[in-house]
C-alpha cells in the first residue's frame, strides 16, 4: 500500500521535516519511490524501518550509526556481523546511561522526600543554608 508523507508522520509518530531529514541523512534502507508530481511514496517497509530508527534515536543512537547501520542493511546479506557489532556497542552504551538514570533518580527521589517532609514540616527554611 502506497502512503503520502503525511500518511507516514502520522504512523511514525516522527514530522515531515523530519522524515526529510532521515532521507537526505540515509537513514533509509530503499530509495524513495515518487509518484508523477514528485510527492514520496511511502511502503508499509518504510514504515516499520521507520519507526525502528524513531526507536534507535530516542534511545540515543547518533544518527551517522543510524545511518551506517541503514547502508549495510541496504548492502543485503553478509554484514550481519558487522550490524551486531553496531548494535551491541549501542546496548552497552545504553546499559551505562540506564544506571545514570537510576543513580539521578535515586537522588532525586531522596530529594523529593526531603523537601516534601521539610514542606509538611514548615521546616523548609532550613535546606540549602549554610
Known sequence: MAMSIGEVSERTGLGIHTLRLYERAGLLTAELERDAGG??????????????CRVLRSSGMPLAVIARFAELVREGPGN???????LREHEERMVVKLAEISAARELIGA???SYREHVARGTASELWTR
Open 39 to 52: 510527492r514520496r511514496i511511502y511502503t508499509e517497509a518504510d514504515v516499520g524501518w521507520l519507526v525502528t
Open 80 to 86: 550481519e556481523g558487522e550490524r551486531l557489532t553496531l
Open 111 to 113: 530529594k523529593v522526600a
